[in-house]
C-alpha cells in the first residue's frame, strides 16, 4: 500500500522571537530535553521527569478554529518535541525577554514564595497560565500540578490569586496578535520525520492515520503522550516509530447531537471534562481531581480509555453514563459499548489496524441521579484507589449503572449488585486486588459505603 509521501521532514515552530525548524526530531525527544540542552533555556528545571512536579512547565499555544491562540499548561519533561509543529513555545525565560519582569513575577517577588527555587519556575508558568488563561478556579486548583519541596504554599497560593485578577500585560497581548499571524502561515502537522532508526508521523486526516496503522501495526500511537511519555523517560524505551494522532483533525474535534456527544479521542482531559461538565454538573469534583492542570492540558480521553488502565478515571464515568466507543480501521467500522472494550487487564477489544476515533457519550435525559467518588490517598493529582461511578435512570428495567476502577483487572460495571441493590453483592462482582496503595479488604469496605450511601441518598458529593 501507498502511504502518501509528499510530507514535510522537519517540524517548525516560534519560540521567542524565531521561527524554529527541526529536522532531525526522535520519537524519544521531549521538549525539555530541547530546551535545556540545544535552546540552552536552563531556566526550565527537572525535577521529577515523570509529569508529577511541574518543575519543567512551560506554555504552548496553537491556532484553534477561530485563528485565535489557545494556551495549554504543558509538562516539558514528557510533552513530545513534535507537538510543536505549528504552535508557539512559552518558556519562562520567554516572560522577561523584554528585559523587565512579567506583571505576575513582579507580583511574586515580595511574596518570599522560594527557598531553594528549583520549584520556582515551573510555580512561575502556572501563575503566568492562571492569568493568561483566566478561568474559574481555585488558588488551589489552579497550582494543583506544581509541587513545592522547601517553602510553605501561602505565598504560592497568594500569588495564584492574585493573577487570577491581573490583567494580560499589554507587551504580551501585542505578542499574541503578532504571534498569531506567524502561526497563520505554519502548517500544523502533516509531517514525516526519520532520524536514524526513529520514525515520527503526524498524520492531518482519519484517513491517512488509519492507512499509516494499517500499514505499520506495530509502531506506537501517541495521543497525549502522559502514557508514552514515561515510558520514554522512566522506562527508557526507545520507541522506533510513533504516529501522532492530534494533528488529526476527525479526532480532535466535538460533534454535539440530540442524544449524545461525540468527542474525538484526542480530544484533551480539559475539553472533555468542560464538555462532560456542561451536561453532567455533577462531575465538577471528579475533574478537578483528575491529574492536574498540566496533565489534563495535555493527555486525552482516548489516550485514558486505550490505555486500559484498570485505575483510569473516565472510563468508570463512561461505563456509568452509559457511553459507547467508535472504533475505525481502512476496513470497517465498530460501535460496542464501553464495557464491552476492557476484556481483561492489559487486553482491549482493539484490533492491530485500528484506532479509537471518539467516544459517543449520551445526553443527560433519562440520568436521575450521579454519584462519581474518587478515592485516593492524596487530594490532588493522585492515581485512584478506587473511582466509583454511579447512576440513577428513570424508567426502564435497569434503573442503575454501578461502574468501578480499582477493583478488577479493568474497569467494569458491579452487575449482580446492580441487580440486588444489596452493597454485600459486591464480593461477588469483584475480587480487588492489594497493591501498594490499598489493600483487597480496603478496596471493597470502602466501595461497600460508597453503594450504600448512594443508594440511602447520603453520598458525600450528591
Ligand atoms: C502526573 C500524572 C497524573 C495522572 N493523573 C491521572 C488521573 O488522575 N487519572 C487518570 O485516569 N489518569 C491519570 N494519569 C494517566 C494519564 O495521564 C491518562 O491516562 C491520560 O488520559 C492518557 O492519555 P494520553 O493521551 O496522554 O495517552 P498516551 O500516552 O498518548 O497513550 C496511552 C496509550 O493509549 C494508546 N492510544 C492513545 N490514543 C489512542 C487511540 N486514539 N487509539 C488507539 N490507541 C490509542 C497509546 O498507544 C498508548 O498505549 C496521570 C498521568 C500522570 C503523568
Ligand atoms: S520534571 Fe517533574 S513534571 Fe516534569
Ligand atoms: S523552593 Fe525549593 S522546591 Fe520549592
Not at 478554529?65 to 519533561?77: A, D, K, M
Not at 459499548?337 to 492491530?352: A, M, N, R, S, T
Amino acid at each position: 500500500m501507498e502511504i502518501q509521501q509528499d510530507l514535510r521532514s522537519h517540524i517548525r515552530f516560534y519560540f521567542d522571537g524565531e521561527l524554529r525548524t527541526l529536522n532531525s526530531v526522535r520519537a524519544s525527544d521531549m521538549v525539555m530535553r530541547w530546551l535545556r540542552s540545544e535552546a540552552m533555556r536552563t531556566g526550565t528545571k527537572e525535577g521529577c521527569n515523570e509529569g508529577d512536579c511541574g518543575a519543567c512547565t512551560c506554555i504552548v499555544g496553537h491556532l484553534n478554529e477561530f485563528g485565535v491562540i489557545q494556551f495549554r499548561l504543558i509538562n516539558t519533561c514528557i510533552y513530545p518535541l513534535s507537538y510543536l509543529d505549528g504552535g508557539w513555545l512559552i518558556s519562562v525565560e520567554t516572560l522577561s525577554r523584554s528585559g523587565s519582569l512579567a506583571s505576575v513575577q513582579s507580583e511574586m517577588l515580595p511574596l518570599n514564595l522560594s527557598q531553594c527555587g528549583f520549584c520556582t519556575p515551573g510555580f512561575v508558568m502556572t501563575i503566568f497560565y492562571a492569568q493568561i488563561s483566566q478561568q474559574d478556579q481555585t488558588p488551589e486548583e489552579a497550582l494543583a500540578g506544581n509541587l513545592c519541596r522547601c517553602t510553605g504554599y501561602g505565598g504560592l497560593i497568594e500569588a495564584a490569586q492574585r493573577a487570577q485578577n491581573l490583567p494580560i500585560d499589554s507587551a504580551f497581548a501585542a505578542e499574541i496578535q503578532k504571534v498569531e499571524q506567524v502561526l497563520a502561515d505554519l502548517s500544523v502537522g502533516g509531517f514525516s520525520i526519520t532520524t536514524g532508526d526513529s520514525r515520527i508521523d503526524a498524520p492531518r486526516a482519519l484517513q491517512q492515520l488509519l492507512d499509516l496503522r494499517d500499514h505499520f501495526p506495530s509502531a506506537t500511537i501517541v495521543s497525549g503522550a502522559t502514557d508514552f511519555g514515561l515510558w520514554v523517560t522512566k522506562k527508557l524505551d526507545k520507541p522506533a516509530h510513533i504516529i501522532l494522532t492530534k494533528f488529526c483533525k476527525e479526532l480532535v474535534s466535538m460533534n454535539p447531537g440530540p442524544d449524545g456527544i461525540e468527542v474525538g479521542a484526542s480530544v484533551s482531559i480539559e475539553d472533555f471534562g468542560k464538555v462532560l461538565l456542561s451536561e453532567y454538573f455533577e462531575l465538577r469534583e471528579w475533574f478537578k481531581r483528575f491529574g492536574g492542570p498540566q496533565v489534563r492540558c495535555s493527555g486525552t480521553v482516548g489516550g485514558n480509555i486505550a490505555n486500559g488502565s484498570p485505575i483510569g478515571d473516565s472510563s468508570p464515568v463512561l461505563i456509568a453514563l452509559g457511553a459507547s466507543l467508535k472504533l475505525r480501521s481502512r476496513r470497517a467500522e465498530r460501535i460496542i459499548p464501553i464495557e464491552d472494550f476492557f476484556i481483561e487487564y492489559g487486553k482491549q477489544d482493539l484490533h492491530p489496524d485500528e484506532v479509537l476515533v471518539s467516544v459517543l457519550v449520551p445526553r443527560r435525559k433519562n440520568i436521575k441521579r450521579l454519584v462519581v467518588e474518587k478515592i485516593s490517598k492524596r487530594y490532588d493529582q493522585d492515581i485512584s484507589i478506587v473511582l466509583a461511578a454511579m447512576a440513577e435512570f428513570s424508567g426502564g428495567s435497569s434503573r442503575y449503572r454501578f461502574a468501578f476502577g480499582g477493583m478488577a483487572g479493568t474497569p467494569a460495571l458491579a452487575r449482580k449488585t446492580m441487580e440486588s441493590l444489596n452493597p454485600d453483592d459486591l464480593a461477588s462482582d469483584f475480587s480487588p486486588l492489594s497493591d501498594h496503595r490499598a489493600d483487597a479488604w480496603y478496596r471493597l469496605a470502602v466501595s461497600k459505603n460508597l453503594v450504600d450511601d448512594f443508594l440511602s441518598g447520603s453520598s458525600f458529593h450528591e
